[in-house]
């Protein structure tokens, strides 16, 4: 395995076999964005989602997913040429793993593939590690999803920053006004139907708040309007988002919710306050982009 690989897991104080599980999936998705970034995706596509708010702006949870959007929509986008890219990256660095498509069963905008490979082979790769590795299967599989949405909605705005680890490199993201319009799009749309919401989402929008970053109105607007959660002739006020999310809000599981998001902290306590009460209480922080 890379030297600069044992560099990386270091600061991680791994102490339970889910610690370095999510640090050596968080390594390959940082080695992924790097054979990324060295193709031309970053002129065509931008990063948004979990992963991109904790490798950039240091979210203290971990995200399983590499979430990208195209800048403008192109139906004959290929995915199969960025897999290629990430594998050589991957491989570079001594990891043994495949980058394959999934063939969908449907007609969406959205192309995905999965990175692949062992989780205990590659854990003892890692220089000096030895324990705690009891416990994982030696069969047991390494997912990490890669997605891009094809027919992105107009109005986003983005930023280029960039990376250290494992050598310096660029990234473009959505702009945070915008990530932040996109995490909401999720707190009110996912699960439209059933109010399944994820304990992720909550947690992401938490954090947006603490950061007192500002939700951009009309790209969530657009975003709304594509998936058909608003009506066209529809304008997004800032009343009627508040009054989205109140609803919201008022109809969650939080028991399914805590559940959800439990695996991807490290300090549970922080969930004891999330009632229907505390998120409704937090409506009146959010500010508006201009």
Same mark, same amino acid.
């Given at each position: 395995?890379?030297? =600069?690989?044992?560099?990386?897991?270091?600061?991680?104080?791994?102490?339970?076999? $889910?610690?370095?599980?999510?640090?050596?999936?968080? /390594?390959?998705?940082?080695?992924?964005?790097?054979?990324?970034?060295?193709?031309?995706?970053?002129?065509?596509?931008?990063?948004?989602?979990?992963?991109?708010?904790?490798?950039?702006?240091? =979210?203290?949870?971990?995200?399983e997913d590499?979430?990208?959007?195209?800048?403008?929509?192109?139906?004959?986008?290929? /995915?199969?040429?960025?897999?290629?890219?990430?594998?050589?990256?991957?491989?570079?660095?001594?990891?043994?793993?495949?980058?394959?498509?999934?063939?969908? &069963?449907?007609?969406?905008?959205?192309?995905?593939?999965?990175?692949?490979?062992?989780?205990?082979?590659?854990?003892? &790769?890692?220089?000096?590690?030895?324990?705690?590795?009891?416990?994982?299967?030696?069969?047991?599989?390494?997912?990490?999803?890669?997605?891009?949405?094809?027919?992105?909605?107009?109005?986003?705005?983005?930023?280029?920053?960039?990376? =250290?680890?494992?050598?310096?490199?660029?990234?473009?993201?959505?702009?945070?006004?915008c990530l932040?319009?996109?995490?909401?799009?999720?707190?009110?749309?996912?699960?439209?139907?059933?109010? $399944?919401?994820?304990?992720?989402?909550?947690?992401?929008? /938490?954090?947006?708040?603490?950061?007192?970053?500002?939700?951009?109105?009309?790209?969530?607007?657009?975003?709304?309007?594509?998936?058909?959660?608003?009506?066209?002739?529809?304008?997004?006020?800032?009343?009627?988002?508040?009054?989205?999310?109140?609803?919201?809000?008022?109809?969650?599981?939080?028991?399914?919710? &805590?559940?959800?998001?439990?695996?991807?902290?490290?300090?549970?306590f922080s969930?004891?306050?999330?009632?229907?009460?505390?998120?409704?209480?937090?409506?009146?922080?959010?500010?508006?982009?201009?």
């Open positions: 395995m890379h030297h =600069l690989i044992d560099q990386m897991i270091e600061p991680y104080h791994c102490k339970t076999n $889910r610690d370095y599980k999510n640090a050596l999936k968080e /390594i390959i998705q940082e080695i992924a964005l790097l054979g990324l970034s060295r193709s031309i995706f970053f002129n065509i596509a931008a990063f948004y989602g979990g992963s991109a708010l904790r490798i950039f702006y240091k =979210l203290d949870r971990f995200s590499l979430d990208f959007s195209l800048i403008e929509a192109d139906d004959s986008f290929d /995915i199969r040429i960025y897999c290629r890219a990430i594998e050589t990256e991957l491989q570079s660095f001594g990891f043994d793993v495949q980058v394959l498509k999934r063939e969908k &069963k449907q007609l969406t905008g959205i192309e995905s593939a999965f990175i692949k490979g062992n989780t205990l082979i590659h854990l003892l &790769k890692i220089d000096g590690l030895s324990s705690p590795l009891h416990g994982i299967h030696k069969n047991e599989k390494l997912h990490i999803k890669f997605e891009v949405d094809t027919t992105p909605p107009p109005g986003a705005e983005f930023e280029v920053n960039y990376n =250290l680890n494992p050598i310096p490199y660029s990234v473009k993201l959505f702009s945070l006004p932040f319009a996109g995490k909401l799009h999720a707190v009110i749309c996912r699960g439209w139907g059933n109010n $399944r919401v994820k304990g992720r989402d909550l947690y992401d929008f /938490i954090w947006f708040l603490s950061k007192s970053i500002s939700v951009h109105l009309g790209y969530l607007e657009n975003r709304m309007k594509q998936t058909r959660h608003i009506k066209k002739e529809v304008c997004l006020t800032k009343n009627l988002l508040l009054e989205l999310l109140q609803k919201r809000f008022q109809n969650i599981d939080f028991d399914q919710v &805590k559940s959800d998001i439990l695996p991807f902290v490290r300090d549970p969930l004891d306050v999330w009632s229907k009460d505390f998120f409704c209480g937090l409506l009146s922080k959010i500010k508006f982009y201009t």
